[in-house]
Nanobody
Framework: QVQLVESGGGLVQPGGSLRLSCAASGYPFSSYVMAWFRQAPGKEREFVAQISWGAARTSYGDSVKDRFTISRDNGKDTLYLRMNVLKPEDTAVYYC???????????????????WGQGTQVTVSS
């Protein structure tokens, strides 16, 4: 059974940093493209970052491109998101997601992802 469990969220001051983790199980982690999305209350889910199965190709949403870094450790079946220079508008629940094996790599539409974690809350506030 596929399971994705996010951790590492919390309360942080503007300008601070956090690293989120997503522990994956129940499937061959290294064979799947993985991604991070986020959703603020009352807002639509937003693409944050994506990484290919071998970590050679990454992509980012425009709002986080210069501040966030996605990575993966296939030996630990874990996905990471390093977030630097956090802003209040980064406040959201952050979700990791597994991409459908037949999806186009360049697509970051929500429907291309077939499993989702429960999310971890990130709050950026003074």
């Amino acid at each position: 059974q596929v399971q994705l469990v996010e951790s590492g969220g919390g309360l942080v001051q503007p300008g601070g940093s956090l690293r989120l983790s997503c522990a994956a199980s129940g499937y061959p982690f290294s064979s799947y493209v993985m991604a991070w999305f986020r959703q603020a209350p009352g807002k639509e889910r937003e693409f944050v970052a994506q990484i290919s199965w071998g970590a050679a190709r990454t992509s980012y949403g425009d709002s986080v491109k210069d501040r966030f870094t996605i990575s993966r450790d296939n030996g630990k079946d874990t996905l990471y998101l390093r977030m630097n220079v956090l802003k209040p508008e980064d406040t959201a629940v952050y979700y990791c997601a597994r991409k459908n094996s037949r999806a186009v790599l360049e697509s970051t539409e929500e429907y291309e992802y077939d499993y989702w974690g429960q999310g971890t809350q990130v709050t950026v506030s003074s």
